[in-house]
């Protein structure tokens, strides 16, 4: 016969990881509105680094002079 005491520990953990897990489901971050959305720098952003994802040749710091100018003239208007 086997005993429960694992079975609850086992149920125990699983309680533990859910309740950690679902305070990690809250939409409130400091890159996005009250309302879940993207702010509108860090869409720029996303934007600008998608655009130098076109060119691989470019190294680091060629690719994000270019992202920082992108961003400020996105954010500018």
């Known amino acids: ?6 079975h609850t ?3 125990l953990v699983l309680a533990l990881a859910a309740a950690a897990l679902a305070g990690c489901a809250t939409p409130q ?6 309302a879940g ?3 509108p ?8 680094w998608m655009s ?6 470019w190294n680091l710091d060629k690719r994000y002079a270019v ?3 992108c961003i400020a003239e996105k954010t500018k208007r």
Do not use: I
């Open 9 to 11: 520990r086992n149920l």
């Open 41 to 48: 720098q860090t869409r720029a952003a996303r934007e600008c």
């Open 52 to 57: 130098v994802e076109k060119h691989p040749e």
């Open 37 to 39: 959305t993207e702010s």
């Open 67 to 69: 992202v920082e100018k």
């Open 1 to 6: 016969m086997t005993s429960s005491v694992p």
């Open 29 to 34: 971050s400091p890159y996005t509105g009250a």
